[in-house]
C-alpha cells in the first residue's frame, strides 16, 4: 500500500524564527569575511609559482572560506523552509 507524504509544519514561533535569521545573517557575514581573505590571500599571485608554505596557507584558508560558506547555506535552507512553510506563533 502506497501512502501520500504529509508535510508537517515546523513548530517555530516569532522569536525562534528571528533568532534562525539572525544566525543565517551571521552566517553569511561570517563567509563574506572569509571570502575576503581568501581573495586578499590570491591577490598576492604572480605569474611565478608560489612558494609551498605561501600555497598551504592559502590551501587551508580556503577550507575555512568553504567551511563558512557551508554553515551559511544550511542556515539560509533552514531560513528558506520556514519561509516556504509559514511558522505557527504563540503566545
Do not use: W
Amino acid at each position: 500500500m502506497m501512502g501520500f507524504g504529509i508535510e508537517r509544519r515546523p513548530s517555530m514561533d516569532q522569536k525562534e524564527f528571528n533568532e534562525l535569521h539572525a544566525r543565517c545573517v551571521g552566517a553569511f557575514g561570517s563567509y563574506a569575511t572569509e571570502a575576503e581573505k581568501t581573495a586578499t590571500m590570491l591577490a598576492s599571485c604572480t605569474a611565478e609559482p608560489m612558494p609551498l608554505p605561501e600555497r598551504l596557507k592559502i590551501a587551508v584558508q580556503e577550507r575555512i572560506e568553504i567551511t563558512a560558506h557551508s554553515l551559511y547555506l544550511a542556515e539560509k535552507l533552514l531560513l528558506h523552509e520556514a519561509a516556504r512553510l509559514g511558522y505557527a506563533f504563540t503566545n
